[in-house]
């Protein structure tokens, strides 16, 4: 085999491995499937009791609107996961929470249907200081279901210039978590993917 097509069969040995979700150790004593979503951190501004619903927009919002949606799926790369508890979190435009209100504003939780199925209208929060430093752009994520380990993340924007210096967004086991917002099929409405797969208990 000479050196181009044995670097060509290399890269696609490679991409098979990451698509088919074969096991990778994360540790000498833990082993993981590839799909499987890593954590990121609770944050100060997490709170109980978000109300269900699909559509987090409201009369006077700013921002960049998009669709929130993904599936949830157990670490087998494939199951789906029904009645899965997925509650999203985020800033406003001005990097501001809400923290008191009983509107929850920026704030929903939702229940996964029979495929496994979520999806939220919200939009592209803006950022805070953390420090000296902005965070970058990111949505908080906590999702629970039946027989799994509950999963606390973020997910963050594509391009975001704030990314590479930022503590959390720019750790290796984030960057499945840096997603492009992309323009639907049809509609053209602004999208973000997010499908999140949960480990066993
Ligand atoms: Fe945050």
């Keep these: 085999m000479d050196r181009k097509s044995f670097l060509k069969k290399s890269a696609l040995a490679a991409f098979s491995m990451s698509v088919m979700g074969y096991v990778v150790e994360a540790s000498p004593k833990k082993w993981m499937s590839t799909c499987e979503t890593t954590n990121d951190i609770l944050g100060p501004f997490y709170r109980e009791g978000a109300p269900e619903r699909s559509n987090m927009l409201f ?72 420090g000296k430093l902005y965070r970058p752009s990111h949505i908080h994520f906590r999702v629970r279901a039946k027989d799994h380990k509950e999963l606390v993340s973020q997910i963050y924007f594509a391009g975001d210039p704030h990314i590479t210096e930022d503590p959390w967004a720019s750790q290796k086991k984030a960057v499945h978590r840096v997603l492009p917002v992309f323009p639907d ?10 499908d999140i797969f949960l480990s066993n208990l």
């Design 59 to 130: 009369e006077g919002i700013k921002g960049n609107e998009i669709t929130l949606k993904g599936k949830v799926l157990g670490n087998d790369c494939t199951t789906v996961l029904e009645n899965a508890i997925v509650e999203v979190w985020h800033c406003d435009t001005e990097g501001n929470y809400d923290n008191d209100s009983n509107k929850y504003l920026h704030r929903a939780k939702a229940i996964t249907g029979q495929d496994g199925s979520y999806s939220f209208k919200t939009i592209i929060p803006g950022k805070y200081l953390n």
């Design 185 to 194: 099929d049809i509609t053209a409405s602004l999208s973000v993917e997010f």
